[in-house]
Each structure stands twice: as structure tokens, then as C-alpha cells.
């Protein structure tokens, strides 16, 4: 199953949760489709990253920077300071 069919499951599970008053939005809450769609989309541009990577031939990190622990635990070695985004 492909990434836009597993989103689109989510959100059609969700749509039919959400039908029943009440009892549906406390299982709509719990469900939490758009959490699971993050989930799913970071999953597979890691997969495309790391795919990417490999056809090009430049050489794959030995960690993933972009993962939201290796990034914490780089900024607690001492790895650098946090980026700044400037408008």
C-alpha cells in the first residue's frame, strides 16, 4: 500500500468515526488520523531521502540529523547552535 492510500485510509476512518455524535468524537480524538499522516509522510521521505542519497552517490550520514532525538542529542554534545531562521 502506498503512501496517499494509507493517508487517505486514515482520513476516511476518521470521517466515519467522526459520524457518531459523541461517542465519536471522543474516538475521533483517539484516532488521531492526522498524527498517524505525519507519521507516515516523515516515513517515507526518510526511505526517498535515503534512496536519493544512494542512487546520487554521495556518501549517507552515519546519523540523520533531520530525526527530532538525534538532533536533540546533538545539540546537547555541544554540536552547534540551534539554526536561526531570519525573515
Known sequence: ???KSKMMFNIIV???IGL???IGDLADAVFRANTKNAAELEKYLR???VENLRKSGLPQPRVDPSDGDEFDRM???GG???PEYNQ
Do not use: A, E, I, L
Request: charged fraction near 20%; avoid cysteine; proline fraction near 6%.
Open 47 to 49: 526511505k526517498k531521502g
Open 75 to 77: 545539540m546537547s554534545n
Open 14 to 16: 476518521d470521517f466515519f
Open 20 to 22: 457518531v455524535p459523541f
Open 1 to 3: 500500500m502506498d503512501v
Open 80 to 82: 552547534g547552535s540551534t
